[in-house]
């Protein structure tokens, strides 16, 4: 599969985002979709266009935001297009924030000890992104000679059969003895595919302190390992539309089950 998926508004590819260390891990971590580095988009003037528009790939997977100003300096504008500024500090890797500190650090665990991977390995355009192309981007974007944005919408089959085998081959490298889920959508599309379980959903594992975030058997290509279904980023660092419920439930699970878990 190619590396370059698409094209960014103003011309950066989108790219694959993968696990760059092979070495076996304690733990794997299956997210959703890659996220993107977002900036400010202001006309000559300083005055916003747009809040906060996705202009490249994340430089490794689950980033955490750093150097975003670096990134989006090298971006060039043409002349009459405005400019391109860090957007607020909490829009660029909040779920690799929330990963190391709501999710691997109350485990005891650090990066180093985490395989990354996602259903989607790439940056995708939400409603909101593809509002915001349709309605200041594009209508510019003949007269500035600006590329087309072609950054892929999100994909309604999230993991087909080839995606699923790529997870898989990543999994057998990693050899790790937990896949640790974010939320529903890794449980639909990789782990009920590849382990004989009706059970499809996080809700499905249990939504209470003395049910969520505990270990459970499985195998998977007949390995034997613990699945650790957990709450998608959003949910434990309380980001956008997030569930009270399933904060709260993960808060407590930080704080009396994962420390003694692993």
Known sequence: MSNEIGTFPFGQPVRRV????HRPKKVFVLGVYASAVHARWTDKNGRTIVQALAVDSEPEIFWSGDQAAEIIAKITLPEGAGRLVPASKNLNGPS????DDRFLKPLGLDRE???????????????GQKNAIDLKYNPIKDELHLPDCTTPEVPETLADASR???????????APSVIMTLGDQPLKWFVHKFYDTKKNRLADYGKSIDTYGLLHDIIIDGHAMKLLPLVHPRQA?????YSLDWAECHEKWVRSVAPNLL
């Not at 993968?18 to 260390?21: E, V």
């Not at 690799?96 to 990963?99: M, Q, T």
């Not at 660092?237 to 539309?241: E, K, N, Q, T, Y």
């Open 96 to 99: 690799g924030v929330a990963l």
């Open 113 to 127: 000890d985490a395989w990354l991977c996602d259903l989607v390995p790439h940056s995708c355009l939400n409603s």
């Open 18 to 21: 993968c696990q760059s260390n």
């Open 164 to 174: 699923c085998n790529e997870i898989l081959e990543e999994l057998k490298t990693a």
């Open 237 to 241: 660092a309380r980001l956008g539309g």
